[in-house]
């Protein structure tokens, strides 16, 4: 709150929102954070393209007013949809422009699986009519006092709003730096956008524009979703490209850590899940009964010897970043030298899908994967599991570590981003101290990850340390009511820092 008696009006505007649509962790967080800061007294709404499948959802729509927005070489009418729906907790906006959104696949890519050929002009269009909507046209009745962008396909509207009189001002949140939205001059020309912003110190990069940079240049604020990212980020090996303008605007960079919405991750509530459980070691049995329903669904026997065996969890795009290379080349020596079984849910490159399959089949009682993405698999397996597998070679925040911490699976990751920020590694001294949560190994090498799942497979069968450890992670607050408290401080200095500057 900003102490007068209205509440501070702040618009999201986003590419996805669960449960409308969704393709990762951005979803998550735009569907929990505004929820949370709306319970805090913030007068939130959210604005994202009407896709199809969002309009498929069929939330309670009207229309709250019109638009005429300059596209590739023509104007695009923009109908503006509003929702009041339960199911999403804070109002929701629609920019329905059905020549660019009433399409299949998903919010980036055709069904096949290939970059829609006009994500320029489609995000172009949805930020020039946010930031004509955030200064009153169409007059909805609401304007909001701060507009908060996230990623690269609303990276534009800082750099609009910037150029527009009486614009409220922006917070740019970077998710992830490795996708930054370039596409060609060609396209820059098209769209009209002006000529001056093409400099090596606008929106050109190498040769091509840059929505991302965009956002990092023109936002009066930014900030990334973990504080060990914001300082990664600084230096070449993280900064994909942008070292040198994240180091210019530093000032104006900050790093707030992601929640998890408690309630949806529950497993004491859990819907997906055949066996509801807690903390409290009298009601953990439940765990072992969602280990016994996993590995029946994914194919694997669950005799006696596979539920005392450990079942390693990974659910993940299947790419280079989350370390997918590295779990395959570790897979035959844990194999060949432990116990453990592995299910896989995920989707990502051919190659890694193609090695997966062809590794189920080969050990069809020791290893089971699901192509594609299942929300509800995702539970089960959170729950199912007895490590969850995380080794990304860097990782923004993660939520997939909190929400193993919170089922009782104490995650095995990198030491980066979000992940080193989270995660309390299970050494000598952290077990002694009782703050171990999980396992934490230094190098993105196949040989350190080796390391750290034998070492975390000796502690399983160590039972009074692993139910420790467990108990541990099962006991942190992950919830979005912190970081939503420290991003109303920021919007409030934001809105204090315009009005005095």
Known sequence: MTGNTKPM????????????????????????????????????RVILPAYRDIL?????????????????????????????????????????VADLFDRPGNPYTHPDGYDWPDNAERFTVFSRAVAQLATGTPDIGWRPDIVHTHDWQTGLIPAFLYHLKNAPPSIFTIHNLSYA????????????????????????????????????????HVNTVSPTYAKEILSSEFSNGFEGVLKSIRHKLSGLLNGIDQDIWNPKTDPDLVSNYSEKWQTFKGKQENKAALLKEMGIKPTAKKLQAPLLGLVSRLVEQKGIDLILDIIPELLKTTDANLVI?????????????????????????????????????????????????????GLNQLYSLRYGTPPVVHKTGGLVDTVVDASEENIRNKTATGFVFDEPTPEALLTCVLR????????????????????????????????AALYNNLLNTTKNG
């Open 9 to 44: 009006k702040i618009l999201f505007a986003a590419s996805e929102a669960y449960p409308l649509i969704k393709t990762g962790g951005l979803g998550d967080v735009i569907y929990s954070l505004p929820r949370t800061l709306h319970q805090m007294g913030l007068d939130v």
């Open 345 to 397: 849910l995920g989707a990502g490159q051919d190659y890694f899908e193609r090695v997966l399959t062809m590794l189920a089949k080969q050990h069809p009682q020791r290893i089971a994967f699901h192509s594609g993405y299942s929300e509800s698999l995702a539970h089960r397996i959170e729950a199912g599991a007895d490590l969850f597998l995380m080794p990304s070679r860097f990782e923004p925040c």
């Open 56 to 96: 498929e959802f069929k939330p309670e729509l009207k229309i709250a007013g019109w638009l005429e927005v300059q596209g590739a070489g023509h104007s695009h009418p923009v109908r503006i949809l509003e929702s009041h729906d339960e199911r999403l907790g804070v109002p929701v906006l629609l920019a329905d």
């Open 181 to 220: 939205g370039i596409f060609s001059h060609i396209e820059y020309t098209a769209l009209g956008l002006p000529d001056e912003w093409w400099t090596s110190e606008g929106l050109e990069f190498h040769g091509n524009f840059s929505m991302l940079k965009a956002g990092l240049l023109y936002a009066d």
């Open 456 to 487: 975390a497979i000796k502690i399983y069968n160590d039972k009074p340390t692993w139910r420790q450890i467990i108990h541990t992670g099962m006991r942190q607050d992950f919830s979005w009511t912190h970081s939503a408290s420290e991003y």
